[in-house]
């Protein structure tokens, strides 16, 4: 299927500025999508429905004309109390892109292409894949090992490979793409779209912390933990982090930080993916955009010129 039509325009390089809990905000969706790449945001980084409403103002209000689109990631789970309520917001607003997690619904997705939104759903290994079809999705999001956040197990050839054989709609790459020789290679591979979490972290218009954004650039792929401690789910966090929280980095179990409920856990102890040990600089988006841009077709260029020899 490729990339849909509604969200092929003003697309600079295939890249979706995947949404992060506490991170992704107006500025950094405004400054993807005015640099030419798709900018998202988890509706809950606002902490009321009439706040999400106002960021969606706000962030149509200051796109150019030539911006790219931009989306928002609901979580579909019962302790999301919030759902209903955002969703209404989104249908309302008619977000171009919404993005479900960990749970695909026929009724969402219904109504998101009801006004004409496209709607991906993000998975973690073949068989979610292959339930989350049923549903109807326009995409799936596919979060193999080493991802930022919930990051999934499975090596991303194997996971991309086996989809692709039942599923020809568009797919979208995630998991430890920080350049834009990554994005060439998703491409390469066959993905859509490539998504991008951990790389973005670092840019001005981010609402990480100075001190977040400096331990991602001293991080390496070593330093990352895959641990459900925190939340109970596996994702993976920077093990400096972890244990400046006291949460021991080799227990399996769930720990309980004595720091409340989980969204106050990924506040103090940052989450980011295997990706790190690319991540060099804190810059704007635009300069980052341009970047991967240059680094894309570099590759692409270098590529071609090298397989024809
Ligand atoms: C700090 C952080 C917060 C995240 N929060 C969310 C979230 O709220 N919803 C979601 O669907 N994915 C979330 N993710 C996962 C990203 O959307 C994306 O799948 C992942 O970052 C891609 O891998 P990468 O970080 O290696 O590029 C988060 C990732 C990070 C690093």
């Known amino acids: 299927m490729g990339i849909p039509a509604s969200l092929g325009h003003d697309l600079k390089l295939p890249v979706i500025a995947a949404p992060m809990f506490l991170v992704s905000g107006p500025d950094l969706v405004v400054g993807c999508c005015n640099a030419g790449v798709i900018g998202t945001f988890p509706s809950l980084n606002q902490r009321t429905t009439e706040g999400y409403c106002e960021w ?8 150019g004309p030539d911006a790219a689109a931009f989306g928002v990631n609901h979580i579909v789970h019962p302790t999301n109390a919030r759902l209903k309520a955002d969703l209404a917001v989104t249908i309302e607003h008619k977000v171009p892109l919404v993005i479900t997690s960990l749970g695909a619904n026929a009724d969402i997705v219904e109504a998101v292409h009801s006004y004409g939104g496209v709607i991906f759903h993000d998975v973690t290994t073949a068989r979610h894949a292959r339930s989350a079809t049923k549903t109807g999705v326009d995409g799936l999001i596919l979060v193999a090992n080493g991802a930022g956040g919930h990051g999934g197990a499975v090596n991303p050839f194997a996971l991309y490979n086996e989809v692709r054989q039942f599923f020809d709609g568009t797919i979208i790459l995630s998991g430890c793409l920080s350049t834009g020789g990554d994005v060439a290679t998703a491409r390469m591979l066959g993905a859509d779209f490539a998504y991008m979490g951990t790389r973005f972290i670092t840019t001005d218009e981010s609402l990480a912390s100075a001190e977040y954004k400096e331990m991602i650039i001293r991080s390496v792929a070593a330093d990352i933990t895959y641990t459900p401690a925190v939340s109970g789910m596996l994702a993976n ?35 980011a993916g295997q990706g790190v040990g690319t991540v060099h600089d804190v810059l704007s988006v635009r300069d980052l955009v341009a970047r991967l841009r240059s680094q894309h077709d570099e590759a692409v260029a270098t590529f071609f010129s090298t397989s024809r020899e």
Request: proline fraction near 5%; charge should be neutral; avoid cysteine.
């Open 56 to 63: 969606l103002n706000e962030i149509r209000a200051r796109l």
């Open 237 to 271: 966090f920077m093990t400096a982090s972890l244990i400046a929280h006291n949460v021991d980095p080799h227990q399996n179990s769930v720990h309980q930080p004595n720091i409340g409920d989980e969204a106050k856990a990924w506040k103090t102890i940052w989450s």
